[in-house]
């Protein structure tokens, strides 16, 4: 079946624009996590979401930061006033009701603020 | 504070060498440590994983070794391929609330270049 995918596989915007990153999970696969991986820090976990609870949002950076969940399927990840220091690659995974713990990843945005 | 900590950042090894990339953590409530495979242009995939009630688990030509009380792990390629070529990374997580949020904390990665 289709894996994680995640759009639009590059974005190229400008400082202060505001941006959304769309994460579409495996078809059945009930928690969702946001990743940003960027040079010199590695992958940093930003937000969960499992089901119908209260999203886990201790990795968000700032404010600028949010997502939603919708139907309990696709996510979007939503960037307000873009600064350089966004730019990176924002993965999203989902995870089986069967296997919480493996955590299976989409090929990323590559987000670029210039 | 970088909770997982990865050496080296870089690995070169002979094709049929053993490849050797070590973890370390610091939170003791650490209770699954998966280690990822991430190909250029390619998300992470879970290559293999261990908890900590067990010293070692091999799939293969992948074996993790498990310290608790040095509060370390590592992986071991055996025979190691071109195809292997690749950053590997390991990560750590505490199981959260209500059982399911497996949040992970990642180590810097290793980049691992095989030569043939």
């Known amino acids: ?10 974005k190229v915007t400008e400082k202060g624009k505001d941006v959304e990153l769309r994460c579409d999970p495996i078809s059945g696969h009930t928690a969702l996590y946001w990743y940003r ?3 010199g820090q590695g992958l940093e976990f930003l937000i969960y979401f499992q089901g119908n ?4 949002k201790s990795g968000l950076p700032s404010d600028r930061f949010s997502a939603e969940r919708t139907g309990g399927s696709v996510s979007t990840l939503t960037i307000q006033r873009t600064q350089q220091e966004d730019s990176a690659v924002y993965l999203c995974a989902s995870t089986p009701q069967v296997a919480k713990n493996i955590q299976y990843f989409g090929a990323g945005t590559r987000l670029s603020v210039l | 504070q970088q909770q997982v900590k990865q050496s080296p950042q870089s ?14 953590y610091e939170n003791t409530a650490f209770d699954y440590f998966p280690w990822y495979q991430q190909f250029p242009g390619k998300g992470p995939a879970l290559l293999i994983a261990i908890r900590p009630d067990v010293s070692e688990k091999k799939e293969g030509r992948f074996t993790i070794s498990f310290n608790k009380s040095a509060k370390q792990f590592s992986l071991h390629i055996m025979d190691s391929q071109p195809g292997d070529s690749a950053t590997y990374f390991c990560a750590a997580s505490v199981r959260g609330s209500g059982g399911s949020n497996y949040k992970l904390t990642f180590g810097k990665g290793t980049l691992l270049t095989v030569n043939p």
């Not at chain 1, 079946?1 to 590059?10: E, I, L, M, R, T």
């Not at chain 1, 609870?53 to 886990?56: H, K, L, M, V």
């Not at chain 2, 690995?11 to 370390?24: D, E, H, P, R, Y």
């Open chain 1, 1 to 10: 079946g289709a894996g994680v995918s995640q759009s639009p596989s590059n």
């Open chain 1, 53 to 56: 609870s209260a999203p886990d």
């Open chain 1, 37 to 39: 991986q960027s040079l």
């Open chain 2, 11 to 24: 690995l070169i090894v002979q094709k049929g060498g053993i490849s050797i990339i070590n973890c370390a």
